[in-house]
């Protein structure tokens, strides 16, 4: 049978707008683990919180931008709240430690978020607030503008790929340009080089802690849209764990790349090798395979920093 190399196009070009989404929750845990060595579990219940404030506040009544505003400042809030009770006072205790913090603060959001809201599956529909033509459920069919490109794209696919797309830029910027980029590049780098030339790590954790809960809001809704705003929106989001692994967990470029790679491999794998893997159900469990076949030969990830031992 002739291979289609227009439907494999097709394939490719989904995988790489599902990657785009996996590389916007990664990047959430690489900028906490890069100024704070803190593997934060806790990054898929922030997802259900934000998403599920905003939602709950839309079906309440609130305009769109004003819930929108209100559920960044309340994870901008949380974020600062956990630097100042949780982070800050464990900052000498061992890795351990800090992580079984995240994990309980990861349980903490599943409690609060019950307690404050409720435990209900909410739809999200973001086309009931915008009228665009980008966000209608018909496909866009390229060969009205490509002749020999017949292949279709979820319109939805493209907004996501574009809004995720601009966020990751938006935030390459800010820690490339700004000034309190610069601060955390130089506390990710040596945190007592940083304190030694008077970078406060505090202010540094706390705006780390506050940009990955308005991370957790964008990618929460964009993710709310797919799966509904309910608990399964943790475990969706956990394919950002393969993304890291691959990536490295101390690069954002390693994030990006990681979420494209594991958006391409998934979609490749569930089209091509289904059949000869088992069937059904390789979407759940082929990112995590390919990230270990990855980590058998390049543990830190492609970006991640070799450690290398002195004796």
């Known amino acids: ?115 404050v809201w409720d435990a209900d599956v909410h739809g999200l529909q973001l086309s009931k607030f915008f009228d665009l033509d980008i966000l209608r459920p018909d496909p866009i069919m390229i060969v009205d503008h490509v002749a020999w490109l017949d292949i279709l794209l979820p319109r939805f696919d493209i907004f996501v790929s574009i809004v995720a797309g601009s966020m990751i830029i938006a935030l390459a910027i800010f820690f490339q340009k700004s000034r309190t980029g610069v601060s955390l590049r130089a506390v990710s780098d040596n945190h007592m080089a940083a304190l030694a030339v008077g970078i406060p790590l505090s202010r540094v954790w706390a705006i780390v802690w506050s940009v990955t809960g308005v991370i957790a809001l964008i990618s929460g809704l964009l993710w709310a849209e797919r799966v509904s705003v309910s608990f399964t929106l943790i475990e969706a989001v956990m394919k950002a764990l393969p993304v890291i692994l691959i990536g490295g967990l101390t690069s954002i470029p390693g994030a990006i790349i990681g979420g494209l790679v594991i958006g391409v491999g998934e979609k490749v794998g569930e089209i091509y090798f289904a059949d000869a893997l088992g069937g059904q159900g390789i979407e759940l469990w082929f990112a995590y395979f390919m990230a270990l076949m990855f980590l058998v030969f390049r543990p830190q990830g492609m970006f991640g920093e070799k450690i290398i031992e002195r004796v």
């Open 1 to 115: 049978m002739e291979f289609d190399w227009v439907y494999f196009i097709e394939v490719i070009l989904g995988g790489l707008m599902s990657g785009v989404m996996y590389s916007l929750v990664a990047i959430g845990f690489v900028l906490v683990y890069k100024s704070s060595s803190i593997f934060n579990f806790s990054q898929g219940t922030m997802l259900l919180v934000a998403s599920l404030t905003f939602v709950r506040m839309t079906e309440g009544g609130v305009n769109f931008w004003l819930a929108m505003v209100l559920a960044m400042g309340i994870m901008v809030i949380m974020g600062i709240l956990t630097e100042r009770w949780v982070i800050r006072p464990l900052a000498n205790q061992d890795l351990l430690s800090l992580f079984m913090a995240t994990v309980g603060l990861a349980t903490f959001h599943e409690g609060m978020a019950q307690y």
